[in-house]
């Protein structure tokens, strides 16, 4: 029979620091491990390129693009990017009350025509009691729709300077005899002209167009200054007003989330956890702030604030969304919780007798990462949004202060003319939308315990 | 059950009147003047408004007499709608927004655990990428960007079509109801398909899922019973507060949309700083929001037994 | 490197499987769905909040849809202040005289009518009859001018009661509303005795304050009054069938209306409401509504659509008023004039609001008021205002002497929530600081706000607009009397506050225009005001419909005497 082998030092302890299998990977942390994955996922890590790009976008910008986001240029209003720049310089503007000795017939200009004003001198039309002056951007056709009614004038003026947001291109100009009792008669005269894009030397010597020792002789060309993404309603840069406006928006659509997700994390956790009265205590707080009217709040803040005249009125925004957004979030994660408080390994860990904060730690925070970087990347376009909505509501930052969301509003306006002024900020927001979704998928994967160690 | 129902209602009616008591004092904190008007007033015209609307009173004794009259289901008398009172307001306006509201969640609940659970079973592949590209453009647009441009094609297309297919503003049919609503889901629809696909991938990978399969139980019953019903849970956690805030964030789809919401009422009151309207949708809708969180815990209790309560 | 998630792509009978569940699930759910809809549609139609659909304009029913921005608040005619209280109640009331087609008083329940100095008599003609077949009799008139006087009604509008006699007393309370200075000797007959002479009273009567109720009916609906359809009672053309509050109003013809020659239209259907510009836009280019007005976004589109795009002055003035109140900086009279010579309003009107109708401001009184015989400004023209930098820059160095300071602290300039309003205070801003180096900031603010800020002088200069209430140079000529509460920047000067009074007690047309005319020269020299523009309306008509007017005072739009033109193009 087989002899017993086994001596007594084979039931002493082991020594924890001894080797004993070989084990074939290093031990990671959590965080390291997560830190390895997120590295390996290209999606994610494209978007905190595109993250970072977007933070010296809006930091080192700029710097880069000196260029006053206030400036206002009203000879270039809701410029497209890459529009035509050249400009000719002429006289300043002067009142101008009609020329009958105009040569030609008919409906003809009085001088040239540029964008400084239109001078239109026409023959008087037999049996015209008034006259009533149009413009057009498409030739009148049978309709007779003459287009823009500029002015009526009385029987003896025949003539008309327009000033009227001229822009270089061609206008179709009809004049239409008026009746006694104000009716358009049937005849009408028309012209067409196009129009050249002109300064006055004083506004390019105040544009620095022009050095002041320069002389400025009429009908020289110049090169309005660059827009790259064109201008706004009052001929502001975009691309400054963009990099100016990413301040706001950022600041809002990346600290807000942040905090009142963190908040509603612990929150959520801690009544999850604790369960009983005091889960339902918290909960039923919960309930009262989500209905709390958030708009009435935000004004309320704005005069705690005491938001005074020219401030942009940013801080008392963050503060009612953090103080009034985060019991969604705290709803998620209880739920969550209470789901994981009840798994088997929660148990197995309580009887190894693990203290409530390492639970939370090591176990219910990394299992409901999943839920709460979803939460959390759609937190970023929410705050962006609601910024955008009070914009649309008039109660968004104070001009001139821009911010993403209210370029969007004026946008969506001049949507059908100038779209590049809605396509530029929702683009950024749509990259800045895009970027944090990404992140936080590739975070997602990678915090989330249950993902650990699959490769 | 009937216990626990109770509590929730009694906790329930004590939240409202907290509700009612903080929206109260921030309003009055509030500068500005419910009566005030473009035109200037006499002093002798305003006293005579003060005194119609109880505002000469000291303002614990205000709050005293608004305690007692909500408590009687009296929310007073509208400022701006000078002769309607804000029951009126309230019972016909939240249904219109109900309508709405409850429409737009359908299509966002539905849609997004569909296209949530589409994306999660074709991981990584063409309908994934597909359906997350149109997510994310669907989250990346702000509501009104979208409601005007819905509202825009809708024109064009009737145009086009040389007959009206669809209304393009109005209330009262059907037809009237599809586009806001799907407007108005739509951000939401996006959230819950992104939640949804999370968690469902979560799910699948889960121990019991995989049981399931080694006890060679048939594809369908682990979708259904399984996969799907567990991975529907955080998506009905976060529909009780989302329903709040379509119900209560109509106010862009109801302006373009010309509807007549309760939402557009709630917005124009906080501005015209309207007292009687701001505090009676405000407790309205705390009420109602208090109520949906209530049925939302015994929903959750009912799908996931873990929960469920003792 | 891809096999980390291997579940699925090694089972793919799973997922296709998988897949026709979500397929058949969705089919239900959209099924569900529409019964869902369906079911909805007959519970809201049970409480009531709908539009009734038509087109913009029916041939067959002689209808018209329109569109308008807000629901007027309640249509007693009494407390009604805003515009589209006005706009309805122009259609469903007529007063004793109103307003033609071409601008001229014509009669209206009153056949004849006499002012003089003293006293005011209006005879009423014999057919004119409430909705409800009852004959409009001079008791009518006199309850509804009570009513409004009355101290607890408190009435916004009472004041433009008070050339009545003893009128601003009894709306003070300090004496019995039968004091009041008006008489019906018979049931066809009304006698007013004025408090003093005012020159166009006989034009006051055709504004809704004037408007009459039926002291039966309205005891009978117990405050209720002008609250919905059915508690109201009508004298005009048109009467208020349905009214579902946010949504719609059905206006139909009035059989009993006297005049019914001129009414060719037999229903208005108001449609929609909504603030939305673009979305109104979008409903008549759907051929839902038959008119609406155009921003200068939508110009570009309406071109290009062909519509036949007009153009009318709306009477009202946009201004930017000075906090005048000793410790600001706007008191001083060098810093107003050194803006007032930089500040080009053609730069506003024509480069930053961009619409046809509007007219960079000259005057404290719009072009459209009335003078002596033709129009105001013809014969009293606006002084005319020379920019000038340089003599900007010399002002603004006067005013930094005079106020001992080395800089002009920067000035608080309070603005509207509105687009338009954002827009123009961001011009001002850039204008104020590239011209003069002055610091501006801008203090945006809600309605309430703002009126809060205006009336306690928390501003330095203010965006601010003023509509008429009446026809006449003296609803914009009292505006800076020391005495008026609308001055909120509480401009106080004798001598402004000697020719409002000359204006307002003389009965002389020469005189009073005078005074209008030196008013407006006071003004313009020391800026009390700086007039930014007199807004205009552009706005599109559905071609087959004829005959809209456009009004500065009462009902606008007015589709009174509108009619269908089935051949319109």
């Known amino acids: 029979m087989a002899t017993s082998n086994f001596s007594a030092d084979a039931f002493d302890p082991v020594d924890q620091h001894q080797q004993t299998h070989g084990i074939t990977r290093p031990s990671r942390s959590y965080w390291q491990d997560a830190w390895i994955r997120l590295k390996a996922n290209r999606r994610a890590l494209y978007s905190l390129y595109l993250i970072t790009g977007l933070v010296i976008f809006t930091f080192a910008g700029p710097m880069v693009w000196q260029v006053n986001p206030d400036l206002q240029d009203v000879d270039q209003i809701s410029q497209p990017p890459g529009a035509d720049r050249t400009v000719t310089l002429v006289e300043p503007f002067q009142p101008w009350y009609g020329n009958p000795a105009t040569p030609g017939e008919g409906l003809r200009f009085a001088g040239p025509a540029t964008t400084q004003g239109v001078q239109l001198q026409w023959d008087p039309i037999p049996g015209a009691s008034g006259y009533r002056i149009y413009r057009n951007i498409y030739p009148v056709g049978a309709e007779k729709a003459y287009g823009l009614p500029l002015k009526e004038n009385r029987a003896d003026q025949t003539y008309f300077q327009d000033r009227l947001d001229l822009k270089p291109q061609t206008y179709f100009y009809s004049v239409v005899a008026l009746n006694v009792a104000g009716e358009e008669l049937p005849n009408a005269l028309s012209l067409a002209g196009q129009l050249t894009r002109v300064i006055t030397a004083n506004e390019a010597r105040r544009r620095n167009l022009l050095l002041p020792d320069e002389p400025a002789i009429s009908g020289d060309t110049l090169t309005l200054a660059l827009h790259p993404l064109g201008t706004d309603y009052l001929g502001r840069d975009m691309l400054s007003r963009l990099m100016h406006g990413a301040r706001v928006s950022l600041f809002i659509g990346f600290f807000a989330p942040i905090l009142f997700v963190l908040f509603g994390v612990a929150y959520g956790s801690a009544a999850g956890f604790m369960g009983g009265v005091s889960d339902q205590v918290l909960m039923r707080f919960a309930d009262f702030v989500v209905a709390l009217p958030f708009l009435l709040f935000m004004i309320l803040f704005k005069v705690i604030f005491a938001v005074g005249p020219g401030e942009s009125g940013i801080a008392p925004m963050l503060v009612a969304m953090v103080l009034l957004l985060w019991p969604a979030t705290a709803r998620l994660v209880r739920g969550q919780v209470l789901q994981i408080r009840e798994e088997g390994y929660i148990d197995a860990s309580r009887l190894l007798g693990a203290k409530t904060h390492y639970l939370i730690m090591r176990h219910m925070i990394p299992n409901t990462m999943g839920v709460i970087l979803v939460t959390l990347t759609f937190a970023v376009p929410s705050a962006i949004f609601t910024e955008a909505f009070l914009s649309f509501i008039g109660m968004g930052v104070a001009p001139p202060t821009p911010s993403w969301g209210s370029m969007c509003n004026e946008g969506i306006k001049t949507m059908l003319t100038t779209p590049h002024e809605l396509f530029f900020p929702a683009l950024f927001i749509s990259a800045t939308v895009l970027a944090f979704n990404l992140l936080g998928d590739g975070l997602r994967d990678a915090l989330d315990a249950r993902m650990r160690n699959r490769d | ?310 | 490197m891809n096999n980390r998630h291997p579940r699925n792509e090694n089972e793919p009978s799973f997922t296709q499987s998988a897949a026709r569940q979500l397929l058949m699930l969705a089919a239900g759910a959209v099924v569900a769905l529409v019964a869902l809809m369906w079911l909805l549609q007959a519970l809201a139609s049970l409480v009531g909040s709908s539009t009734t659909a038509a087109n913009a304009v029916d041939v067959q029913n002689n209808s018209i849809t329109i569109a308008i921005s807000t629901e007027p608040p309640q249509l007693n005619s009494t407390l009604a202040t805003d515009a589209s209280s006005g706009m309805i109640l122009g259609h469903v009331m007529e007063g004793l005289l109103r307003m033609s087609m071409d601008d001229q008083l014509e009669p209206g329940i009153a056949e004849r009518w006499e002012v003089t100095e003293t006293q005011a008599k209006f005879w009423l003609r014999d057919n004119a009859k409430w909705s409800d077949g009852v004959a409009v009799t001079a008791h009518d008139f006199i309850f509804a001018w009570k009513t409004a006087l009355k101290p607890e009604t408190a009435s916004e509008y009472a004041f433009l009661l008070y050339p009545i006699k003893n009128a601003r007393a009894v709306n003070e309370g300090t004496i019995g509303l039968d004091q009041l200075g008006v008489y019906a000797p018979d049931d066809l007959t009304l006698i007013i005795d004025l408090e003093r002479p005012v020159a166009f009273f006989d034009k006051m009567v055709t504004f809704q304050t004037y408007f009459p109720l039926r002291e039966d009916f309205y005891l009978q609906t117990a405050g209720r009054y002008g609250a919905d359809a059915q508690e109201m009672l009508y004298t005009g053309p048109f009467v208020i069938t349905s009214w579902v509050h946010g949504a719609s109003l059905l206006l139909e013809r009035n059989p009993y209306y006297w005049d019914q020659a001129q009414i060719n239209l037999s229903t208005i259907n108001v449609g929609y409401i909504t603030a939305d510009a673009t979305a109104r836009l979008n409903f008549f280019k759907d051929q839902r509504i038959a008119e609406t007005v155009l921003l200068a976004e939508n110009l570009q589109e309406a071109l290009k659509q062909r519509w036949h795009i007009r153009r009318e002055q709306d009477g009202t003035l946009f201004f930017l008023e000075f906090n005048h109140r000793p410790s600001r900086s706007t008191r001083n009279y060098h810093l107003r004039r050194a803006i007032q010579l930089v500040v080009d309003m053609e730069e506003l009107v024509y480069k930053v609001t961009k619409l046809p109708g509007y007219v960079p401001g000259e005057s404290l009184f719009p072009a459209w008021l009335p003078g002596v015989e033709g129009k105001f400004r013809e014969e009293f023209p606006a002084p005319k205002l020379q920019l000038n930098h340089q003599q900007a820059l010399e002002h603004l160095a006067l005013a930094k002497q005079e106020l001992g300071l080395q800089d002009i602290p920067p000035l608080a300039l309070l603005a509207g929530d509105s687009a338009v309003a954002d827009i123009q205070s961001e011009w001002l801003q850039a204008v104020l600081k590239t011209k003069l180096g002055l610091e501006i900031k801008i203090d945006k603010q809600i309605f309430k706000q703002r009126l809060a800020k205006m009336t306690s002088g928390d501003f330095d200069m203010v965006l601010a607009g003023w509509g008429p209430d009446y026809d006449d140079p003296l609803t914009f000529g009292d505006l800076f009397a020391s005495w008026n509460l609308n001055n909120r920047g509480r401009y106080n000067n004798p001598d402004m506050d000697q020719l409002v009074s000359v204006a307002q007690n003389s009965v002389d047309a020469a005189t009073r225009m005078q005074a209008f005319s030196d008013i407006q020269q006071l003004a313009f020299d020391d800026i009390v005001l700086l007039p930014m523009y007199e807004r205009g309306v552009t706005y599109v008509i559905h071609p087959k419909l004829k005959n809209v007017k456009r009004r500065v005072i009462g009902a606008d739009v007015d589709f009174t005497r509108a009619y269908i033109d089935p051949e319109g193009v």
């Open chain 2, 1 to 310: 059950m009937t216990r626990y129902i109770l509590k929730r209602l009694l906790q329930g009616i004590l939240t409202v009147w907290f509700i009612a008591t903080a929206t109260f004092f921030a309003m009055h904190a509030v500068p500005g003047d419910p009566l005030s008007g473009d035109k200037a007033m006499t002093e002798r015209i305003r006293a005579n408004l003060e005194a119609k609307y109880g505002l000469d009173k000291p303002l614990m004794t205000q709050y005293g007499i608004y305690l007692k009259n909500i408590a009687q289901g009296d929310f007073g008398i509208s400022f701006t709608q000078e002769n309607r009172k804000v029951n009126d307001i309230i019972r016909e306006h939240f249904p219109v927004s109900a309508t709405l509201g409850i429409l737009a969640i359908l299509f966002a609940g539905v849609g997004g655990i569909l296209w949530g659970a589409l994306t999660a079973l074709y991981r990584n592949r063409l309908p994934d990428t597909i359906i997350m590209f149109l997510v994310i453009l669907g989250i990346s647009v702000p509501s009104f960007v979208v409601a005007a441009l819905g509202q825009l094609s809708m024109v064009n297309l009737n145009t086009f079509a040389g007959f009206s297919i669809l209304p393009i503003g109005g209330w009262g049919t059907i037809w009237h109801m599809i586009v806001p609503s799907m407007v108005l889901g739509l951000s939401t629809m996006a959230y819950l398909t992104r939640l949804m696909r999370s968690s469902m991938l979560e799910i699948i990978n889960s121990d019991f899922v995989r049981t399931a399969k080694a006890k060679g139980l048939p594809a369908t019953r682990i979708f259904s019973q399984h996969q799907l019903r567990n991975a529907i849970l955080p998506v009905i956690t976060v529909l009780g507060p989302s329903i709040a805030a379509i119900t209560t964030g109509g106010f862009v789809v109801e302006i373009i949309f010309a509807i007549p919401g309760l939402g557009r009422y709630f917005v124009e009151a906080v501005q015209q700083l309207d007292y009687t309207v701001i505090m009676g949708t405000t407790v309205f809708y705390g009420a109602f929001l208090v109520f949906m969180v209530i049925l939302v815990d015994i929903l959750y209790g009912y799908v996931d037994p873990r929960v469920r309560v003792s």
